[in-house]
């Protein structure tokens, strides 16, 4: 790899790196960032859109396209997938997953590391399952600085009335960006994933609305390693 900066964004699901975090990816890619997304499932329990656009047996492949459309218009790198099952991650063998997600962070060599929390955001098996694994990985890589995980702060989730949400205290969220600079891009990113776009309603909100969710993104930082972060550019956050 080279010398850039580079972050990898750990998620279960293909759609995962758009709705809560696509904003931050362009932008660290605009900021010469090298944005890696690893994806663990395929998205085969997913939708196949309304009315359908393919078969279930199709969809595995049609989302592994609608993947890579997103991750090309958001400019980061085409994403690695691994190969289990939606639904099933909090399933498998840990030591087998947490080893394939370092066997990524070796070849990709990240200063950061993204994923989601212990809530998974929506409480989703998959999203805490893969937040776990990520956070393991992260323990066993000691060269990686960080590790942030997406967030809804819980005084958005109460404006919007979004009882699904599992929200985290405003105060716990660690950076906040506005990606109002990449709001194209991001919704276009999000478009990508047509199969799915009738699966989040905040897609058939106003726009305003829309803006309100989807117009800034919150992370917190849950480990770090302070002797690295003390280092120039290891946490590329804070230039965005």
């Not at 293909?14 to 696509?22: A, F, I, L, Q, Y």
């Not at 323990?139 to 005084?155: G, H, K, N, Q, W």
């Not at 776009?197 to 726009?207: F, K, T, Y």
């Amino acid at each position: 790899m080279s010398d850039r900066e580079q972050l990898l964004a750990v998620f279960a699901h293909p759609d995962d790196e758009v709705s809560r975090c696509g904003g931050t990816l362009a932008l660290l890619a605009k900021h010469g960032v090298s944005v890696q997304v690893l994806t663990a499932t395929r998205g085969q329990a997913g939708s196949c859109g309304n009315p359908p656009l393919c078969t279930p047996d199709e969809l595995p492949s049609v989302r592994e396209c609608e993947l890579r459309c997103a991750c090309a218009v958001l400019g980061i790198h085409p994403p690695i997938l691994l190969d289990y099952q939606d639904g099933h991650l909090s399933e498998v063998d840990p030591e087998k997953i947490v080893s394939e997600i370092l066997t990524v962070v070796r070849k990709v060599r990240p200063q950061m590391i993204l994923t989601y929390g212990l809530d998974g955001i929506s409480g989703h098996p998959d999203h805490i399952a893969i937040g776990r694994f990520a956070a393991e990985a992260f323990r066993r890589a000691a060269d990686v600085a960080a590790l942030y995980t997406i967030a809804v702060p819980r005084s958005l989730a109460e404006t919007l009335g979004m009882t699904q949400i599992r929200a985290v205290p405003d105060e716990a969220i660690t950076l906040t960006v506005n990606v109002s600079a990449v709001w194209d891009l991001k919704i276009a990113a999000i478009q990508c994933h047509r199969t799915q776009m009738g699966e989040s309603p905040i897609l058939a909100a106003p726009e305003e609305r829309q803006r309100l969710f989807l117009g800034q993104e919150h992370f917190q930082r849950m480990l770090f390693r302070p002797e690295l972060l003390a280092k120039p550019r290891q946490d590329m956050f804070t230039a965005i």
